[in-house]
């Protein structure tokens, strides 16, 4: 009979960290969790519950892969059976029924390497911020480019590719499926309910940081692999230095040499609202308060993911690695 294992990782999720935990107890065959520095309590719940546990070394700096590769290598180690893997951040639940139906979809389709579903917020109606996150969660469903940190992976395909990068702060699951479909893996993205992920996001600062760190990722992300026939996240790259920087800086330059018209580039910033607007309205079929949300922060956010751009590659020129960014409270 196939196996299943699970991996969650995590850093203080506290609560979070235990529904996390139920939701997958005695419905697969092992749990491993990795905490990276918690000083909170949760290396001790998870252990109450007869988990695994990993604590990741503290001189050495976290990053989600780096802590999903411990419990990978940890599940192979203690249980070499396990085929499939589902991998879960520690602040997300997983929903009935989604570990059965990822499980199938697998064993019926040898060429896909990795599944996942829909991850919701558990809280979306409380804040802006995690309406966001709701909303950026609805990928469509198919044959998809990339996963998020919640999928569950053919351990024949995570171990052909390596595995994630360590050295990656942010990003890492798009990285790693670039690599997956370099190799003929498929990814899918199922009609099916599979985590509810818990944001709590309720401050500015704390969106910009998440946009910030998105940017760091885009960057790396093409840096890494630019130059393949994918052609990984150049687009995304080109669009936060074009609005994020560009444009604004030709608009105010060129301001007094062309009598201030030069501002009217300015009007590409409402133009380019209303484009995703109508085309989450007309093809994603979301309401118009939804989609007007969600297309003000794709355009304001090119400011702090051109910001998160610059980091990574002003680090890179200086040989220096980057920390984790995160923006959740403890």
Excluded at 33 to 42: E, I, K
Excluded at 67 to 94: K, S
Excluded at 212 to 236: D, F, I, M, N, T
Excluded at 266 to 279: K, N, V
């Amino acid at each position: 009979m196939t196996q299943i294992g699970l991996i969650a990782i995590g850093r203080n999720e506290g609560q979070r960290l235990r529904q996390c935990l139920l939701s997958a107890l005695e419905k697969v065959d092992c749990i491993v969790y990795v905490d990276s520095g918690s000083t909170d309590g949760s290396v001790e719940m998870a252990r109450s519950l007869g988990v695994e546990v990993i604590e990741l070394d503290l001189s050495i700096p976290f990053t989600a892969a780096r802590a999903r590769n411990a419990g990978f290598q940890h599940l192979r180690q203690t249980h070499p059976q396990i085929e499939f893997v589902q991998f879960v951040d520690g602040d997300c639940e997983v929903v009935e029924g989604w570990l059965e139906k990822a499980q199938q979809e697998l064993l019926a389709q040898p060429d896909v390497g990795v599944v996942c579903g829909r991850r919701r917020e558990r809280f979306p109606e409380s804040t802006v911020y995690n309406q966001l996150c709701d909303i950026e969660w609805n990928t469509p469903v198919g044959e998809a480019e990339a996963c998020g940190g919640d999928s569950m992976m053919r351990v024949e395909a995570f171990e052909q590719v390596g595995g994630f990068n360590d050295s990656i702060i942010a990003g890492e699951e798009p990285e790693l499926c670039v690599r997956l479909r370099q190799q003929g893996w498929k990814i899918l993205r199922l009609d099916a309910e599979m985590t509810l992920h818990d944001a709590q996001m309720t401050r500015w600062n704390q969106w910009w940081k998440r946009m910030l760190r998105a940017g760091h990722a885009y960057a790396e992300g093409a840096w890494l692999h630019g130059q393949s026939p994918q052609r990984h996240w150049v687009k995304e790259s080109k669009s936060i230095w074009l609005w994020g920087l560009f444009i604004p800086l030709l608009a105010l330059v060129l301001a007094f040499p062309t009598h201030e018209l030069s501002l009217l580039l300015l009007l590409g910033y409402p133009y380019l609202t209303y484009r995703i607007y109508r085309y989450y309205t007309q093809q994603r079929n979301y309401s118009n308060r939804d989609s007007a949300l969600y297309s003000l922060s794709c355009v304001l956010g090119k400011f702090p993911q051109l910001q998160g751009q610059m980091q990574f590659h002003f680090n890179r020129l200086l040989g220096r690695r980057r920390t984790l960014v995160e923006y959740k409270t403890e």
